[in-house]
Each structure stands twice: as C-alpha cells, then as structure tokens.
C-alpha cells in the first residue's frame, strides 16, 4: 500500500459547474500525476506535479488546473465541467526518484450531465 | 504520431499458451520502460521494468530492442487469470502510457 487516495470515489456534476477532485499520499513523494482515461485511449496525462507549487502540462491539460500547495495534497480542478470531461480521473505517485514505479490510486468516476 | 503505440487487441488464447506483446516508442532517445497490468475497472499496477539487457521473472520476460525501438513483452503458459490489459509504458518524468493490449485467456 503505497499510501494513496483519491476522493471523491464517484461524482456526478452538471455541465458547467466546477468540479475538484482529491488526491492525497500519506508519505512525501515528490512527483504526483492527474491521468485520464477512456475508452481507446488509454491514460492520458492531464498534469504532473514535482513539488510544491511546482506544476507542469501534460496532454491534455486544456480545461483543467491543478494546485499543490502541500506535499501531501494534489488537486484537481475542472473550472467549467462539459460533457467530454467525463471519464475516469486516476492519481499517481512516483516512490522515490523520478526513475522509479508509479503507484496510483482506485480512482474517480466522474458525470457530467 | 503517438509517442507509445500498442496493439489493443484483443488477444484471445487458451490456456497454457505463449503470447507476445509489442510496444513501439518513437523517441530514440528513450531508455526505460515500464509494463503495467491493468484489470477491468480498476488502477494499473506494476508487470515489471523492462532493462537494455531483458528482464524475466516467473512466466514473463520483457525485453528492450533499441534497433527497432520496441518493447516486448512474453507471458509463458498463460494462466486465466491473466487476463487484463497490458500497458506500455516510457519512463519519463512525465510517464506517458501507450494505450494498453487486451489479453483474453480461455480455458
């Protein structure tokens, strides 16, 4: 267990609300990351993060932000949800160096209605 | 062009039988990898790394082919319960995933 949790779990949101989803590691690990995926597409980076307040674009960051202004917390924003927004969110954690394996978290089923 | 491009499959196979994954990279300059299992619904997780010099570990082997800018993976005596997607992955700091080939083991 790799100490990593993503919230909420399940989320449905109506098109044009903001949406923020949560990702929380229990240990200091530098690097987090925000994926996507979807059907025939696989996992698609949306951001990654390599420190506080330290932040950098992914594919398909277009109509998503992201804040670390701690360690342990990596969040997502969606300012305006649409309808092609919905999609599995899943977070990530390098465990150690930038080298090493990624551990992620259970998920989020996001809606948008 | 994608940067990691896998075949999606799916593979169908009994059980007992070898199969062969490939991944395609298109930067050069790549040196390591990563396969990561994925099973329906759920978070990807670690297969193996994949080293210049091969990699085995009990049924699977993964190897790296620079030449032709590859990656395979080989699963011996395919069990059911391997079935899942198989994600490529390039270790950068941004960790990019090809989109996974399905595996279907049937008895």
């Known amino acids: 267990d790799a100490g990593i949790t993503q919230s909420p779990r399940h989320k449905v949101t109506e098109t044009g609300t903001p949406v923020t989803l949560r990702c929380h590691q229990t240990?200091?690990?530098?690097?987090m990351y925000w994926y996507r995926q979807d059907p025939g597409h696989g996992l698609r980076l949306i951001h990654y993060?390599?420190?506080?307040?330290?932040?950098d674009k992914g594919e398909v960051s277009d109509g998503y932000s992201v804040s670390r202004s701690k360690t342990e917390d990596f969040l997502l924003t969606l300012e305006s949800a649409t309808s092609s927004q919905t999609s599995v969110y899943f977070c990530?954690?390098?465990?150690?160096?930038?080298?090493?394996?990624?551990?992620f978290g259970q998920g989020t089923r996001l809606t948008v209605v | 062009r994608k940067e990691v491009e896998q075949d999606p499959g799916p593979f169908n196979v009994p059980e007992g039988a070898t199969v062969a994954f490939n991944c395609t990279y298109s930067n050069s300059a790549s040196q390591s990898f990563f396969w990561y299992r994925q099973d329906c619904r759920k978070e990807p997780k670690l297969l193996m790394s994949v080293y210049s010099s091969g990699n085995e570990d009990g049924r699977f082997t993964a190897q790296l082919n620079r030449a032709s800018q590859y990656i395979s993976l080989l699963i011996r005596d395919s069990k059911l319960s391997d079935s899942a997607t198989y994600l490529c992955v390039w270790n950068t700091d941004k960790l990019i995933f090809g989109t996974g080939t399905r595996l279907q083991v049937f008895p």
């Open positions: 990530a954690i390098r465990v150690g160096s930038a080298d090493t394996e990624a551990f």
């Open positions: 993060s390599y420190g506080v307040k330290d932040t």
């Open positions: 240990e200091n690990h530098r690097y």
